[in-house]
């Protein structure tokens, strides 16, 4: 993320935070930790967004086992930045991928999810006619690393 130039990463942790900040305080990335992660994703995000200290243009929701290339995230940027979008999903021979990318307009929406009403689809529903999708000819998009062999498997994303 720091490669495709965004202006403020806020890694949000909760379980094994007390390990996990020792290995990213050297990223100098702004952590901060979710004490009730065991409300599941939306607890997280929520919790990411009122960290936000800067006024954004856009919001990038990504997990820690779903890695891009800088690349896509500038091409991501720069489409939201083009268009009238809420929210920008890429997409790799018409399957969605990951990153998301919010528009700042949907902070206050984001700010107010919970696992009950879908987290963070009830936002993407919400936005449905404001969603553009952008090809990325790059299947890391669609790549999740739950389990350490997925990541050996993809040779950490990026062949």
Known sequence: MKQADIDEIIVVLGY?????????????????????YEYGKSSSIRKGISSLQKEVDGIFISAV??????????????HLEENEAAVVIPTYEMKRGHPILLHASTKNDLLVINEETLGLRSVIRKYQQQITYLEINDPSILLNFNKQEDYDKNQGGFK
Request: charged share 20%; with cysteine; proline share 6%.
């Open 65 to 78: 086992d779903q890695p891009v290339p800088s690349a896509i995230l500038q091409k991501m940027k720069a």
């Open 16 to 36: 094994r935070a007390d390990h996990l900040q020792k290995i990213i305080s050297a990223c100098g990335t702004q952590i901060v930790i979710n004490k009730h």
